[in-house]
């Protein structure tokens, strides 16, 4: 039996399997994998005649300059080094448009060769021939031209969060794309020293006494605390039959808002302190020995974390997109829930 009488939640960063992103980094490297789009495309049998200008080495050429600015920071001084690195990251995005322009003259040809091999495909199987190879080649040509067609998406958000920073704005976070193979991942703030930023996605797990993970869910973005809690704790309900007795979390879902919420669903305790500088009504509840006692037990939350990280799968997702996120965190819960459930039975 699975005990629901104390649960506590907390939140966490669910890292995307990418590298560190920079403006030029992202636009050299949208540069040089649309030149190999291109040329996969040009290998399935499509737009052969419209040649697109292969532009990776310019903009690797480009690339290997910004490094040489920030190694020679020191003797150049920092606000040189920052202006020149500005114009490559400048001349990248200039040259990155040009790709995008020229690149959608054959994405039109493209198109109209998958719908040409789609029509000899359905005229032969009226006849009823078919041929597997002409099948493979059409998917091979159709799946190139999807994926030209997503990074040509993505390279143009590139560009416009590069031209937003190259004027002195900082580009909407929510939005900023910061890597090309997974689109959905997103810079997020935690506030850790060692971490200001990382990217990817925003995890939350609820945990027992027992430490079996009740509840968890992955979010796109950096979304507030605060309301993901209640629903959680009706899906805790929902699979066990029992609305938990105390539900303990940390400053950040700190709201009247919460505890209401959780009141009215039957929760006995909510023992979450409040945001601000709450009230003296609200200090003196707060300081009481069982509220003390059981913010002291909530930090074992953070332990619980820090286990799946280590050793579950939840210190990076090898796995593209949202989707691909809750997967791979699913899994390493359903593996951390069986080993811990295999350790309390024996």
């Known amino acids: 039996m699975v005990r629901t009488n104390r649960v506590r939640a907390d939140t966490t960063v669910v890292p995307a399997n990418v590298a ?23 290998a399935a049998g499509g737009a052969v005649r ?16 910004v490094a040489a600015k920030l190694r020679s920071r020191a003797q150049l001084g920092r606000d040189e080094a920052r202006a020149g690195v500005q114009k490559i990251t400048g001349e990248l995005a200039d040259l990155a448009e040009q790709a995008i322009k020229d690149t959608r003259k054959l994405l039109v040809n493209a198109h109209r060769a998958a719908d040409r091999a789609l029509a000899r495909a359905k005229a032969l199987a009226k006849t009823g021939i078919r041929d597997a190879a002409v099948g493979r080649r059409r998917g091979r040509l159709v799946r190139a031209v999807n994926d030209l067609q997503n990074l040509v998406e993505a390279t143009e958000r590139i560009i416009e969060q590069t031209r937003t920073r190259l004027t002195g704005r900082t580009p909407d976070g929510a939005t900023r794309v910061v890597s090309l193979h997974d689109t959905q991942a997103r810079p997020i703030a935690k506030g850790r020293l060692g971490k200001p930023v990382e990217f990817g996605y925003k995890g939350q797990v609820v945990d027992n006494q027992d430490g079996i993970v009740l509840d968890h869910n992955v979010e796109l973005g950096n979304p507030p605390d605060a309301p993901q809690l209640a629903p959680a704790i009706d899906r805790i309900t929902a699979r ?5 007795r105390t539900v303990t979390a940390d400053r950040g879902y700190g709201e ?25 009504a609200r200090r003196a509840v707060e300081h009481r020995p069982a509220f003390r006692r059981t913010v002291k037990w909530r930090t074992g ?10 050793g579950y799968g939840w210190d ?3 796995l593209d997109s949202l989707e691909g996120a809750r997967t791979w ?11 811990k459930i295999a350790a309390l039975t024996a």
Do not use: F
């Open 20 to 42: 560190y992103p920079t403006d030029s980094g992202l636009l050299a490297k949208a540069i040089r994998r649309i030149g190999t789009s291109v040329k996969r495309i040009h």
């Open 50 to 65: 419209t040649r697109v200008r292969d532009r990776s080495r310019s903009a690797g050429a480009k690339a290997h300059g």
């Open 240 to 244: 066990t039959g029992r609305t938990p």
């Open 256 to 280: 009247a808002s919460v505890d209401q919420q959780l009141t009215d669903r039957g929760v006995r305790n909510v023992v979450i302190p409040r945001k601000g500088r709450p009230g003296a």
């Open 301 to 310: 939350c953070e332990g619980r974390i820090s286990t799946l990280k280590r």
């Open 316 to 318: 990076r997702t090898r």
């Open 329 to 339: 965190t699913g899994q390493g819960i359903l593996t951390h829930n069986l080993v």
